[in-house]
RNA sequence: GCCGCUGUAGCUUAACCCGGUAAAGCGGCUGGCUGUUAACCAGUCGAGUGGAGGUUCAAAUCCUCCCAGCGGCGCCA
């Protein structure tokens, strides 16, 4: 597959030439200036493009007097074509550097806001994102969210899944109502989907085994390092699947994201400082009341039915040095859907999937209900409206099997793989309940 | 929704506690330098301190309210 895009009439990547490490090739490439130093006959610009970095230098006697003075007055990110030929040289970075023989400015930039002050705040570079996140890291991150995305793709395409694509316009909540965001529908109330999982349910009844990736819209008023408004889910749903199927499923697809990121993400991994060890299977499976013993020991407490407090979960992150499932949660804690256990209707047939290192939950998946009567009443009691649900409730008149189903959210995978603390760094454009612009 | 913190040049900070009329680094600009890696050296420009009100001879500094952001909780992917 190549990679080598000969537009603007370029002839190599800036990856490509990293890579090959040969002296004399004669190249052009089109790129952003990073850095600049002028040091008095020669230039060195530092020059980026969507694979990588190089060093450029500009020696007086190599190029046109105009052509030097162009580049010395000109700007950082400011976009150039470069056209000169490589040189192998200890001194620059990497052991490669062009010697350029002609630098044409095509875009001149304004003055670069973001100063080596201006790292130092986030506040300053998330009001700025459409620019910061030309940095290193912060696109790296943006790169590593991109692998993770098609090493999943990547895996359910080779186990016989259908991508779907479920509305993200609805009428009836899936993970509460509080938290859905109202949108006028030519004067129906609408709202934001909080999760395609009920027309995934649907859909396997015509497809068997679905998968989707979609953003999804919370409008809970979280200020934490793991929360975004708007996020993408990645939710797979399998007819005749039972709980412990799916944990299976989950489990591999995590090992192969994991997996295919540190394999082919690994310059990103190293700009982020992050040494990462993707997780062999089986993971670690306890059960919800396992899990309340160890934290209420280390000294937190809570009810029994009430769902595992921030402190907790870290406790249980930080325990295990391979992500852990959480099974068997309280019907109390759970959404509505949840399939019980046949012997005790207060626990759910559900679990929670907990990165290691204090990353905490990034999937929760579990067998739905299949019975009619029992998800009537359980709507009934939610006091959700019941005609929202009804197509919802029709599934189970027409052949539903047992079958069961998991959510995994892309950017907290992406945080806990990247290693970076706030979960917006995963979003180009990331929404909470803060920032709306850019 | 709750608790806590912060807001001073484009950016990061100092001065705030114990009121006396804003200081520095980065960036910008001008000049110098043929091997820089966050280059370096010299010079120079740039804010009246988030907003409104109050106390005072005098407010960045004390008080009240508002706004914005940050950290955390609850909730969750």
Redesign the pocket.
């Known amino acids: 597959m190549s990679t080598r895009y000969k537009v603007g009439g370029r002839t190599h990547t800036i990856r490509e030439l990293l890579e090959e490490q040969k002296d004399r090739v004669p190249i052009t490439i089109l790129g952003w200036i990073q850095?600049k130093?002028?040091?008095?006959?020669?230039i060195?610009l530092?020059i980026r493009d969507g694979s990588g970095y190089i060093?450029t230098?500009i020696?007086?006697?190599n190029v046109p007097p105009e052509v030097f003075n162009v580049v010395k007055d000109s700007?950082?990110e400011s976009a150039v074509k470069v056209i000169g030929e490589t040189?192998l040289?200890k001194?620059?970075?990497y052991g490669l550097?062009i010697?350029a023989k002609n630098v044409e400015i095509i875009a001149k930039a304004d003055?670069?806001?973001i100063?080596?002050?201006?790292?130092?705040?986030?506040?300053?570079l998330?009001d700025i994102r459409h620019l910061s996140i030309r940095g290193k890291k912060a696109s790296s991150v943006i790169k590593i969210r991109s692998k993770v995305i098609e090493a999943a793709t990547e895996y359910f395409f080779k186990n016989g899944f259908y991508l779907i694509s479920a509305p993200s316009i609805v009428q009836s909540a899936c993970?509460?109502g509080a938290?859905l965001f109202e949108v006028d529908y030519f004067g129906q109330k609408a709202y934001l989907t909080q999760?395609a999982q009920l027309y995934e349910e649907a859909a396997i009844l015509a497809l068997e085994r679905v998968w989707t990736i979609e953003p999804?819209f919370?409008a809970?008023?979280?200020?934490?390092?793991?929360?975004?408004?708007e996020?993408w889910?990645i939710e797979s749903e399998v007819a005749f699947a039972t709980h412990e199927d799916i944990m299976r499923l989950e489990e591999e697809l995590v090992s192969a994201i994991t997996h295919k990121v540190a394999e082919e993400c690994s310059g990103e991994l190293k700009i982020l400082g992050r040494k990462f060890t993707p997780p062999e299977p089986p993971f670690y499976k306890i059960t919800y009341d396992e899990a309340r013993d160890l934290i209420m020991k280390r000294g937190v407490t809570f009810e029994w039915g009430?769902?595992?407090?921030?402190?907790?979960?870290?406790i249980i992150s930080n325990e295990f040095d391979k992500p852990v499932f959480i099974k068997e949660f309280p019907l109390s804690?759970?959404?509505f859907y949840h399939m019980t256990k046949l012997d005790n209707d207060k626990v759910t047939l559900s679990s929670?999937?907990i990165a290691p290192e204090g990353f905490?939950?990034?999937?929760?998946g579990g067998q739905r209900l299949s019975d009619y009567k029992e998800l009537e009443k359980r709507i009934l009691q939610q006091d959700f409206p019941k005609e929202s649900f009804q197509w919802y409730l029709d599934l189970r008149r027409y052949g539903l099997p047992p079958h069961s189903g998991f959510?995994?959210?892309v950017?907290?995978?992406t945080r806990w793989v990247s290693g970076v603390?706030?979960?917006?760094a995963t979003s180009l454009f990331p929404r909470?309940?803060?920032?709306l612009n850019p």
């Open positions: 850095n130093s002028f040091i008095g006959g020669m060195f530092i060093q230098t020696k007086k006697e700007t950082k040189k040289d001194r620059a970075p550097e010697i003055v670069w806001p100063t080596r002050s201006a790292i130092r705040s986030p506040s300053f998330y993970e509460g938290t999760s999804c919370r809970e008023k979280s200020k934490t390092a793991k929360h975004l408004t996020f889910m009430e769902d595992i407090p921030t402190e907790g979960e870290k804690a759970r959404s929670d999937l905490g939950e990034i999937t929760t959510g995994l959210g950017e907290r995978v603390k706030h979960i917006r909470t309940p803060t920032r």
